[in-house]
């Protein structure tokens, strides 16, 4: 069995992102803009943001945005037990196939946590 490493996953991941940054300045620019405007704190505050996209990374089976968002959440200060509380709820949400991906970003976040 293959275990997942989320750094790797995330490093990987950033690295095709700057050749597609490379290729298409304009739609990443865009894109950024968006992530920035989406996760700022406003009525909703960034932490919470951020625990929204996990369960919606654990949903839809998306290792890059478990990854991006588990450490997001580690350095917002988000506690291990309040992580494991979203994502029982993403696992209702998601039924079995989303118990998979939720133990998946429980890892994610240790791995990150760790340092």
Do not use: W
Request: proline fraction near 2%.
């Amino acid at each position: 069995m293959m275990t997942k490493v989320y750094k790797e996953i995330t490093g990987d991941i950033l690295t095709y992102m700057k050749e597609i940054r490379k290729e298409t300045p304009a739609l990443s620019e865009a894109f950024m803009a968006m992530n920035t405007a989406a996760f700022g704190d406003g009525e909703v505050e960034k932490k919470t943001k951020e625990m929204i996209a996990l369960a919606i990374g654990v949903a839809t089976h998306c290792d890059g945005c478990i990854g991006f968002h588990a450490k997001a959440l580690v350095k917002l200060g988000a506690s291990r037990k309040e992580v494991a509380e979203v994502l029982g709820v993403a696992v209702q949400m998601g039924g079995g196939p989303a118990m998979m991906y939720a133990a998946d970003a429980l890892r994610a976040y240790d791995e990150f946590a760790a340092g």
